[in-house]
């Protein structure tokens, strides 16, 4: 009798924990300025991952912005300055689950400090090439696949502009040349030229000294196979339809479906696209170098280093 008393009380300490644990009505995604949350008597700076509750109050200053997702799933972004009750915010939401709550669960605990630690202690020495090497922030291998049409190539090298970036395809043939002085193109391959191109190189090469990628590291980038696309197009269709895919906010979600997916390439368009779109909000920056960091695609300069 005993034991059936004490498992039932464990059964309800631990059902109550959980309920107590989901106890909130949104979660802060995003901000941008001094934006403040009043719980009780005090006002506290709004924080990424911060959690509102339904008694509580939100200050938004002038100039900022804050990015809320609902305990059910759904984005709501207040832009304008003021202050609200989070009840009355959470009033203009629907309450019906979404698909998205997966994707703010994975974009707030790969940015938590402890994914971060983790990830450094995990990463160990980061080996860095000659100053004038240039290492595109694309993948190598697994990732390189792309289900769009927004080729976004971003590079780190010390050697002076202007760039030629060459995208060839599989027999080595040119398709797509550009020079450019920034350290960053984006390639269309709606156009097409690209048309019957499964498989892309990209190579990057400095007008000026004569860098360039050495063949091994020229970054491959495939289109995905006719039952990959199938099954991405179903869950992007899924998702776009609860967010704004125009806004910065709604491309941030995009960017967790792309990376859950291993979808680097397209990813990596859409944290592009967040921050072109506001560009003052350093949320989406922030982000964007962890994204970076996690996948290798560019050294954090926090990480232990040896010269190659």
């Known amino acids: 009798m005993k034991k059936g008393r004490f498992l039932l009380f464990v059964s309800f300490f631990a059902v109550s924990s959980l309920a107590l644990a989901q106890d909130y009505t949104f979660r802060v995604l995003a901000n941008k300025g001094a934006n403040e949350i009043k719980t009780g008597a005090a006002w506290q700076p709004v924080k990424t991952g911060s959690t509102l509750n339904a008694s509580d109050e939100i200050k938004v200053t002038e100039n900022a912005s804050v990015g809320l997702v609902h305990i059910k799933g759904k984005p709501l972004e207040v832009k304008q300055p003021g202050v609200y009750k989070v009840a009355d915010l959470a009033a203009k939401v629907q309450t019906e689950a979404s698909v998205l709550n997966k994707y703010t669960d994975f974009i707030l605990s790969s940015n938590s400090a402890e994914a971060k630690k983790?990830?450094?202690?995990?990463?160990?020495?980061?080996?860095?090439?000659?100053?004038?090497?240039?290492?595109?922030?694309?993948?190598?291998?697994?990732?390189?696949?792309?289900?769009?049409?927004?080729?976004?190539?971003?590079?780190?090298?010390?050697?002076?502009?202007?760039f030629i970036v060459t995208v060839l395809n599989m027999f080595d043939e040119a398709i797509f040349k550009a020079e450019t002085a920034e350290k960053s193109l984006t390639v269309d391959l709606s156009d097409p030229k690209f048309n019957g191109e499964d498989a892309l190189i990209v190579d990057i090469k400095s007008k000026t000294t004569g860098a360039k990628l050495q063949d091994e590291s020229r970054p491959m980038v495939k289109r995905l196979s006719q039952a990959r696309s199938e099954k991405i197009k179903a869950g992007y269709a899924e998702v776009s339809k609860e967010l704004d895919a125009t806004s910065a906010f709604g491309n941030l979600f995009l960017a967790g479906f792309y990376e859950q997916n291993r979808l680097i390439v397209d990813a990596i368009a859409a944290y592009e696209r967040a921050i072109t779109l506001a560009p003052e909000d350093p949320t989406y920056k922030e982000y964007y170098q962890e994204f970076l960091y996690r996948n290798k695609l560019k050294p954090d300069p926090n990480a232990s280093t040896t010269n190659k």
């Open 118 to 162: 983790n990830r450094l202690s995990a990463t160990g020495a980061v080996h860095r090439g000659a100053k004038d090497a240039i290492q595109p922030h694309l993948p190598k291998n697994e990732g390189a696949e792309i289900f769009g049409n927004q080729l976004v190539i971003n590079w780190d090298t010390e050697s002076a502009g202007p």
